[in-house]
């Protein structure tokens, strides 16, 4: 996956265009969610990266780092 993002970080900073930029925001953001789903960090079917943040922070032991970070709900 980190060649995939990579490159496509590459070409988002050469896009201009904001259609451009977008689609290749949204294939990114599927790359990631997918990632998420594949290590167990998220059961989120969704493609929106926000969706999977409860998911994921539901999964930190850490009481004292858990604690520190905030979740949009």
Same mark, same amino acid.
């Given at each position: 996956?980190?060649?995939?993002?990579?490159?496509?970080?590459?070409?988002?900073?050469?896009?201009?265009?904001?259609?451009?930029?977008?689609?290749?925001?949204?294939?990114?953001?599927?790359?990631?969610?997918?990632?998420?789903? *594949?290590?167990?960090?998220?059961?989120?079917?969704?493609?929106?990266?926000?969706?999977?943040?409860?998911?994921?922070?539901?999964?930190?032991?850490?009481?004292?780092? *858990?604690?520190?970070?905030?979740?949009?709900?």
């Amino acid at each position: 996956m980190g060649r995939e993002v990579h490159e496509r970080i590459g070409a988002l900073l050469k896009a201009v265009e904001p259609e451009k930029q977008a689609e290749i925001m949204e294939v990114v953001s599927v790359l990631l969610a997918d990632e998420l789903r *594949r290590q167990g960090l998220s059961d989120s079917p969704s493609d929106f990266l926000l969706d999977h943040a409860p998911r994921f922070h539901e999964k930190i032991s850490d009481p004292a780092l *858990r604690q520190r970070l905030t979740v949009i709900p």
